[in-house]
């Protein structure tokens, strides 16, 4: 769906680590797996982007290595930290479903 920029900017994190914690994974296959669930505003620019926020902030393992297809591709694996800030995002995300839901029926 298009014209969810606005709307996904404060939730990005979380799909991208979501994603992260189903194993290890690189950019380019994180933004072609976006763009199959109908994510196609987000570009492959926007997925670093973000990989390098979450590096930042500790929530990343982090290794370069040579792809088996190509160059050499930094791959991601959710660490410790990663993985309780994720539980966080989802802790928050259903509290906000649930207040929109409540909103939405009123």
Same mark, same amino acid.
């Given at each position: &769906?298009?014209?969810?920029? !606005?709307?996904?900017? *404060?939730?990005?994190? *979380? +799909?991208?680590?979501?994603?992260?914690?189903?194993?290890?994974? %690189? *950019?380019?296959? +994180? /933004?072609?797996?976006?763009?199959?669930?109908?994510?196609?505003? +987000?570009?492959?620019?926007?997925? %670093?982007?973000?990989?390098?926020?979450?590096?930042?902030? *500790?929530?990343? /393992? =982090?290794?370069?290595?040579?792809?088996? =297809?190509?160059? $050499?591709?930094?791959?991601?694996?959710?660490?410790?930290?990663?993985?309780?800030?994720?539980?966080?995002?989802? /802790?928050?995300?259903?509290?906000?479903? $649930?207040? &929109?839901? $409540?909103?939405? !029926?009123?």
């Amino acid at each position: &769906m298009q014209g969810l920029t !606005e709307l996904l900017k *404060g939730s990005l994190e *979380g +799909i991208v680590l979501q994603h992260i914690s189903r194993g290890e994974t %690189y *950019g380019y296959e +994180i /933004t072609h797996y976006l763009s199959e669930l109908g994510f196609d505003d +987000i570009v492959e620019g926007t997925v %670093y982007t973000v990989l390098l926020r979450l590096e930042k902030k *500790g929530l990343l /393992t =982090v290794e370069r290595r040579k792809s088996a =297809v190509g160059p $050499q591709r930094k791959f991601y694996q959710l660490n410790a930290a990663g993985e309780a800030y994720l539980q966080d995002f989802w /802790t928050k995300w259903d509290f906000l479903a $649930q207040k &929109m839901t $409540q909103l939405k !029926e009123r």
